[in-house]
Protein backbone atom coordinates (compact mmCIF):
# COMPACT_ATOMS: atom_id res chain seq x y z
CA UNK A 1 0.00 0.00 0.00
CA UNK A 2 3.05 2.38 0.83
CA UNK A 3 4.13 1.86 -2.71
CA UNK A 4 1.01 2.42 -4.14
CA UNK A 5 0.03 5.54 -2.14
CA UNK A 6 3.81 7.15 -3.14
CA UNK A 7 3.41 6.29 -6.42
CA UNK A 8 0.00 7.77 -6.82
CA UNK A 9 1.47 11.31 -5.53
CA UNK A 10 4.85 10.97 -7.85
CA UNK A 11 1.80 10.98 -10.42
CA UNK A 12 -0.11 13.72 -9.30
CA UNK A 13 2.83 15.50 -9.54
CA UNK A 14 4.58 14.34 -12.71
CA UNK A 15 1.03 14.61 -14.66
CA UNK A 16 0.24 18.40 -12.88
CA UNK A 17 3.98 19.30 -14.04
CA UNK A 18 3.20 18.12 -17.65
CA UNK A 19 -0.03 19.96 -17.43
CA UNK A 20 1.68 23.43 -16.94
CA UNK A 21 4.85 22.50 -18.95
CA UNK A 22 7.17 23.78 -16.94
CA UNK A 23 8.87 23.04 -13.76
CA UNK A 24 7.88 25.78 -10.40
CA UNK A 25 9.69 24.30 -7.16
CA UNK A 26 6.89 26.33 -5.09
CA UNK A 27 4.52 24.15 -7.51
CA UNK A 28 6.10 20.73 -6.93
CA UNK A 29 6.16 21.37 -3.19
CA UNK A 30 2.85 22.61 -3.11
CA UNK A 31 1.76 19.16 -4.70
CA UNK A 32 3.65 16.71 -2.75
CA UNK A 33 1.98 18.50 0.39
CA UNK A 34 -1.29 18.45 -0.96
CA UNK A 35 -1.58 14.74 -1.81
CA UNK A 36 0.27 13.92 1.26
CA UNK A 37 -2.06 15.76 3.24
CA UNK A 38 -5.33 14.63 1.31
CA UNK A 39 -4.52 11.09 1.98
CA UNK A 40 -3.48 11.20 5.60
CA UNK A 41 -6.70 13.58 5.58
CA UNK A 42 -8.69 10.79 4.29
CA UNK A 43 -7.33 7.95 6.37
CA UNK A 44 -8.40 9.89 9.70
CA UNK A 45 -11.88 10.90 7.73
CA UNK A 46 -12.57 6.92 8.08
CA UNK A 47 -12.77 7.15 12.12
CA UNK A 48 -15.53 9.57 11.33
CA UNK A 49 -17.01 8.31 8.18
CA UNK A 50 -17.79 4.88 9.76
CA UNK A 51 -21.17 5.97 11.57
CA UNK A 52 -22.23 7.99 9.04
CA UNK A 53 -21.88 5.68 5.99
CA UNK A 54 -23.69 2.91 8.05
CA UNK A 55 -26.63 5.33 8.68
CA UNK A 56 -27.17 6.30 4.84
CA UNK A 57 -26.96 2.68 3.80
CA UNK A 58 -29.71 1.70 6.44
CA UNK A 59 -31.93 4.87 5.37
CA UNK A 60 -31.66 3.52 1.93
CA UNK A 61 -34.67 1.20 0.97
CA UNK A 62 -33.09 -0.18 -2.09
CA UNK A 63 -31.15 -2.79 -4.38
CA UNK A 64 -27.24 -1.79 -3.58
CA UNK A 65 -27.64 -0.04 -0.21
CA UNK A 66 -24.41 0.18 0.44
CA UNK A 67 -23.13 0.31 -3.40
CA UNK A 68 -24.90 3.70 -3.99
CA UNK A 69 -22.80 5.66 -1.51
CA UNK A 70 -19.68 4.10 -1.59
CA UNK A 71 -19.93 4.94 -5.51
CA UNK A 72 -20.94 8.41 -4.73
CA UNK A 73 -18.34 8.87 -2.14
CA UNK A 74 -15.51 7.36 -4.29
CA UNK A 75 -17.07 10.29 -7.72
CA UNK A 76 -17.10 13.06 -4.66
CA UNK A 77 -13.30 12.35 -3.52
CA UNK A 78 -12.24 12.13 -7.13
CA UNK A 79 -13.70 15.31 -7.89
CA UNK A 80 -12.11 16.91 -4.58
CA UNK A 81 -9.03 15.51 -5.99
CA UNK A 82 -9.59 17.33 -9.39
CA UNK A 83 -10.33 20.81 -7.60
CA UNK A 84 -7.05 21.14 -6.14
CA UNK A 85 -5.01 19.65 -9.11
CA UNK A 86 -4.13 16.52 -8.31
CA UNK A 87 -5.49 13.24 -10.35
CA UNK A 88 -8.84 12.22 -9.79
CA UNK A 89 -7.30 8.36 -9.36
CA UNK A 90 -6.09 9.67 -5.76
CA UNK A 91 -9.50 10.83 -4.63
CA UNK A 92 -11.01 7.46 -5.79
CA UNK A 93 -7.56 5.75 -4.11
CA UNK A 94 -8.11 7.81 -0.79
CA UNK A 95 -12.14 6.74 -1.12
CA UNK A 96 -10.61 3.14 -1.19
CA UNK A 97 -8.74 3.62 1.92
CA UNK A 98 -12.04 4.98 3.77
CA UNK A 99 -14.49 2.49 2.46
CA UNK A 100 -11.85 -0.21 4.05
CA UNK A 101 -12.40 0.04 7.23
CA UNK A 102 -15.84 0.67 7.75
CA UNK A 103 -17.91 -2.62 9.41
CA UNK A 104 -19.86 -3.35 6.15
CA UNK A 105 -16.44 -4.06 3.74
CA UNK A 106 -17.10 -7.54 3.48
CA UNK A 107 -20.88 -6.84 2.25
CA UNK A 108 -19.61 -3.47 -0.02
CA UNK A 109 -16.96 -6.32 -1.74
CA UNK A 110 -19.91 -8.86 -2.81
CA UNK A 111 -22.29 -5.47 -4.47
CA UNK A 112 -18.63 -4.25 -5.77
CA UNK A 113 -17.25 -7.46 -7.27
CA UNK A 114 -19.78 -7.86 -10.35
CA UNK A 115 -18.93 -4.08 -11.55
CA UNK A 116 -15.52 -5.21 -10.95
CA UNK A 117 -16.09 -8.52 -13.52
CA UNK A 118 -17.04 -6.51 -15.97
CA UNK A 119 -14.85 -2.95 -16.41
CA UNK A 120 -12.26 -4.75 -14.91
CA UNK A 121 -11.15 -6.15 -18.18
CA UNK A 122 -12.69 -3.67 -20.18
CA UNK A 123 -9.60 -1.49 -18.92
CA UNK A 124 -7.05 -3.89 -19.67
CA UNK A 125 -8.02 -4.31 -22.93
CA UNK A 126 -8.21 -1.07 -23.61
CA UNK A 127 -5.20 0.24 -21.88
CA UNK A 128 -3.01 -2.82 -23.69
CA UNK A 129 -4.80 -2.19 -27.22
CA UNK A 130 -3.26 1.83 -26.80
CA UNK A 131 -0.25 0.52 -26.72
CA UNK A 132 1.81 0.22 -30.03
CA UNK A 133 4.76 -2.63 -28.95
CA UNK A 134 6.07 -2.63 -32.09
CA UNK A 135 8.53 0.38 -30.83
CA UNK A 136 10.48 -2.53 -28.45
CA UNK A 137 11.25 -4.72 -31.65
CA UNK A 138 14.68 -4.80 -31.83
CA UNK A 139 15.29 -5.08 -35.58
CA UNK A 140 15.24 -1.44 -35.52
CA UNK A 141 18.22 0.34 -34.06
CA UNK A 142 15.79 3.47 -32.99
CA UNK A 143 13.96 1.07 -31.25
CA UNK A 144 16.74 -0.94 -29.30
CA UNK A 145 16.59 2.43 -26.31
CA UNK A 146 12.76 1.73 -25.42
CA UNK A 147 13.90 -2.24 -25.25
CA UNK A 148 16.44 -1.25 -23.01
CA UNK A 149 14.33 0.50 -20.77
CA UNK A 150 11.43 -2.28 -20.95
CA UNK A 151 14.31 -4.69 -19.58
CA UNK A 152 15.51 -2.14 -16.54
CA UNK A 153 11.96 -1.42 -15.92
CA UNK A 154 11.26 -5.34 -15.68
CA UNK A 155 14.75 -6.12 -13.44
CA UNK A 156 13.87 -3.15 -11.16
CA UNK A 157 10.17 -4.33 -10.41
CA UNK A 158 11.78 -8.07 -9.61
CA UNK A 159 14.67 -7.82 -7.74
CA UNK A 160 13.14 -4.62 -6.12
CA UNK A 161 10.40 -6.41 -4.74
CA UNK A 162 12.54 -9.19 -3.94
CA UNK A 163 15.06 -7.09 -1.81
CA UNK A 164 12.31 -5.27 -0.16
CA UNK A 165 10.73 -8.76 1.18
CA UNK A 166 13.92 -9.47 3.62
CA UNK A 167 13.36 -6.27 5.06
CA UNK A 168 10.43 -7.72 6.83
CA UNK A 169 11.22 -7.95 10.71
CA UNK A 170 9.20 -8.74 13.54
CA UNK A 171 7.91 -12.01 13.79
CA UNK A 172 10.27 -15.43 13.86
CA UNK A 173 9.95 -17.53 11.33
CA UNK A 174 8.66 -15.34 8.40
CA UNK A 175 9.81 -16.61 4.52
CA UNK A 176 11.05 -13.55 3.33
CA UNK A 177 11.96 -14.62 -0.07
CA UNK A 178 8.04 -15.98 -0.05
CA UNK A 179 7.12 -11.91 0.57
CA UNK A 180 9.12 -10.76 -1.87
CA UNK A 181 8.25 -12.80 -4.84
CA UNK A 182 4.55 -12.41 -3.66
CA UNK A 183 5.06 -8.48 -4.42
CA UNK A 184 6.23 -9.15 -7.73
CA UNK A 185 3.11 -8.64 -9.63
CA UNK A 186 2.69 -5.05 -10.82
CA UNK A 187 -1.08 -5.13 -11.72
CA UNK A 188 -3.74 -2.30 -11.90
CA UNK A 189 -2.08 0.59 -10.54
CA UNK A 190 0.65 0.10 -13.10
CA UNK A 191 -1.36 0.24 -15.77
CA UNK A 192 -3.53 3.21 -14.56
CA UNK A 193 0.03 4.85 -14.75
CA UNK A 194 0.54 4.20 -17.97
CA UNK A 195 -2.82 5.01 -19.46
CA UNK A 196 -2.75 8.63 -17.51
CA UNK A 197 0.79 8.75 -18.07
CA UNK A 198 -0.20 8.47 -21.97
CA UNK A 199 -2.93 10.50 -22.38
CA UNK A 200 -1.09 13.57 -20.37
CA UNK A 201 1.75 13.13 -22.97
CA UNK A 202 4.35 12.55 -20.11
CA UNK A 203 4.87 8.87 -21.23
CA UNK A 204 6.22 8.40 -24.94
CA UNK A 205 5.34 4.89 -26.85
CA UNK A 206 8.47 3.19 -26.01
CA UNK A 207 8.44 3.95 -22.65
CA UNK A 208 4.12 3.10 -22.51
CA UNK A 209 5.25 -0.43 -24.29
CA UNK A 210 7.81 -1.35 -21.83
CA UNK A 211 5.49 -0.21 -18.69
CA UNK A 212 2.70 -2.97 -20.03
CA UNK A 213 5.44 -5.55 -20.76
CA UNK A 214 6.39 -5.30 -17.11
CA UNK A 215 3.26 -5.04 -15.82
CA UNK A 216 2.34 -8.38 -18.19
CA UNK A 217 5.58 -10.02 -17.18
CA UNK A 218 5.77 -9.78 -13.65
CA UNK A 219 1.85 -10.78 -13.55
CA UNK A 220 2.67 -14.32 -15.29
CA UNK A 221 6.22 -14.85 -13.77
CA UNK A 222 5.55 -14.74 -10.33
CA UNK A 223 3.01 -18.10 -9.64
CA UNK A 224 5.50 -20.18 -10.32
CA UNK A 225 8.22 -18.06 -8.33
CA UNK A 226 5.85 -18.03 -5.47
CA UNK A 227 5.34 -21.75 -5.66
CA UNK A 228 9.11 -22.51 -5.65
CA UNK A 229 9.65 -19.88 -3.05
CA UNK A 230 6.70 -21.54 -0.91
CA UNK A 231 8.30 -24.98 -1.36
CA UNK A 232 12.14 -23.69 -0.99
CA UNK A 233 13.79 -23.48 2.61
CA UNK A 234 15.33 -20.57 1.30
CA UNK A 235 14.31 -17.04 3.10
CA UNK A 236 13.16 -19.15 6.19
CA UNK A 237 14.41 -18.33 9.52
CA UNK A 238 15.96 -21.79 10.11
CA UNK A 239 12.53 -23.51 9.87
CA UNK A 240 11.20 -26.19 7.37
CA UNK A 241 8.46 -25.66 4.48
CA UNK A 242 6.12 -26.96 5.77
CA UNK A 243 6.00 -24.57 9.07
CA UNK A 244 6.38 -21.63 6.57
CA UNK A 245 2.41 -19.90 7.47
CA UNK A 246 0.88 -19.23 4.09
CA UNK A 247 1.31 -15.85 2.35
CA UNK A 248 -1.84 -13.85 0.74
Do not use: C
Not at 72 to 100: K, P
Request: hydrophobic share 60%; aromatic share 6%; net charge negative.
Amino acid sequence: MIDDVLGIIVLAVVASLAKTGEVDLLNVVYLILSATGFLLGSILLGKFFNKGFGVVADRLQTRGALLIPAMTFALIMAFLANIIHLEAILGAFAAGLVLDETDQRKELDQQVMPIADLMVPIFFVTVGAKADFGVLNPAVAANREGLVIAVFLIAVAIIGKVVTGWAVFGQPGINRLAIGVGMIPRGEVGLVFAGIGSASGVLGKPLEAAIIMMVILTTFIAPPLLQLALNSPKGNDGITPAEVPAVE
